[in-house]
Nanobody, 124 residues
């Protein structure tokens, strides 16, 4: 069992940057692949990106590629989502999710553990 807590959300202006953190407790986080998702009001939860177990390959949705970067510091049991050049359409609740398998699926049902989410609001 692993518990996830996201932090770092807030209100920013278009073009600004934010760094979200996903910190795990309960088990060694290095053996989990982690995905980031987001959900805006009235929309489905969508895959943003993720980082795999073992060799830390990263994957991104086309909508954030080149602007967002995912990294992990296993010694801190933390995965980061660095968001640059933010746009109003990035406004959403951001969630991290984990699974104890290799690979970073884009489907929410493939993840076993979820955080509570953190709000990101980008004003124009």
């Amino acid at each position: 069992q692993v518990q996830l807590v996201e932090s770092g959300g807030g209100l920013v202006q278009a073009g600004d940057s934010l760094r979200l953190s996903c910190t795990a407790s309960g088990r060694t986080f290095s053996t989990y692949s982690v995905g980031w998702f987001r959900q805006a009001p009235g929309t489905e939860r969508e895959f943003v990106g993720g980082i795999s177990w073992i060799i830390s390959n990263t994957y991104y949705a086309d909508s954030v590629k080149g602007r967002f970067t995912i990294s992990r510091v296993n010694a801190k049991n933390t995965v980061y989502l660095e968001m640059n050049s933010l746009k109003p359409e990035d406004t959403a609740v951001y969630y991290c999710a984990a699974r104890r398998l290799v690979g970073v699926p884009t489907t929410r049902d493939d993840y076993n553990y979820w955080g509570q989410g953190t709000q990101v609001t980008v004003s124009s």
